[in-house]
């Protein structure tokens, strides 16, 4: 209970206020048996990064341990179908440019996102989610934890706009890749 983060602690008052369907990505013990002991959630689902490089895409492991790749979370969990994600940024900054267009795909009311600010670009995520008019609260701790809480409620997204969105952060990821070489 010592080492939780202030991003965690906040997370865990949180989860008592939340209701109908979650997905969970990368919790720790403590926020899952948060959790699964709310009543109010009624459908839940634990994924988890196993770091298995599988075919040239990386996997996420559920709870019932059937490895579900990233790029079809769409087949699995449908459109609009699930209240709310909670996810930690260390499980998902290898895929984000995807995951963001998925979540706002399949939340229908909020999406949090927690972790450590000084191993991820919070300004970028921030940026990429706003693109699909999200109200976003960011909240960032003396710790360097953050909680990203972005309501996804009025979110509109197509699949013309993602592939864009996909295509513009694919030029912009090489691009930086390109200066930080030319600069070393």
Request: charged share 30%; glycine share 4%.
């Amino acid at each position: 209970m010592s080492n939780m983060t202030k991003a965690e602690k906040y997370l865990k008052k949180e989860i008592n206020k939340f209701s109908g369907g979650l997905i969970g990505i990368g919790l720790d013990e403590d926020l899952e048996s948060q959790i699964i002991n709310n009543n109010n959630i009624n459908s839940i689902n634990f994924l988890y990064n196993n770091n298995i490089f599988n075919g040239g895409k990386y996997k996420l492991k559920s709870f019932r341990g059937k490895n579900v790749n990233i790029r079809k979370f769409k087949r699995k969990f449908k459109k609009k179908r699930t209240d709310i994600i909670v996810s930690n940024v260390n499980d998902i900054e290898e895929y984000i440019k995807s995951f963001v267009g998925i979540s706002i795909y399949m939340c229908k009311d909020r999406i949090y996102i927690y972790g450590n600010k000084n191993k991820c670009s919070v300004p970028d995520i921030t940026l990429k989610y706003k693109r699909y008019k999200t109200d976003i609260i960011r909240k960032e701790y003396n710790d360097d934890s953050f909680v990203l809480i972005i309501d996804a409620r009025y979110a509109k997204n197509h699949i013309i706009k993602d592939k864009w969105y996909y295509i513009v952060d694919t030029i912009n990821n090489a691009i930086e890749i390109i200066s930080d070489y030319l600069l070393n």
